[in-house]
């Protein structure tokens, strides 16, 4: 396919640079990127992946918990062979 069209786009300059870097790992520029994804627009009829809300932020019983392990009040075990070993152990 003929590439006759150009997009100008402002994004942050350091999930640029972050970006940037796992495409070059992969071989890829940020036009080859951005080609892969709308043809993916264009074949799946929607985005190519999943929009989710995500926060750094920890939930408050999970700064809590990190508040007792730092005060002593309780001690963190490991390691775990499973994730439910760890849950059980956090009294989830």
């Not at 508040?67 to 059980?88: A, H, N």
Request: no cysteine; aromatic share 8%; glycine share 6%.
């Amino acid at each position: 396919m003929t590439k006759n069209s150009t997009i100008n786009l402002r994004v942050n300059s350091e999930v640029k640079e972050q970006a940037g870097i796992i495409l070059d790992a992969m071989g890829l520029s940020f036009s080859d990127a951005f080609n892969l994804m709308l043809h993916q627009i264009r074949i799946q009829r929607s985005l190519p992946f999943d929009v989710v809300a995500y926060s750094h932020v920890p939930r408050t019983d999970t700064l809590a918990y990190m508040d007792r392990i730092e005060s002593g009040e309780e001690e963190l075990v490991g390691p775990f062979t499973t994730k439910e070993e760890l849950w059980k152990s956090l009294g989830i």
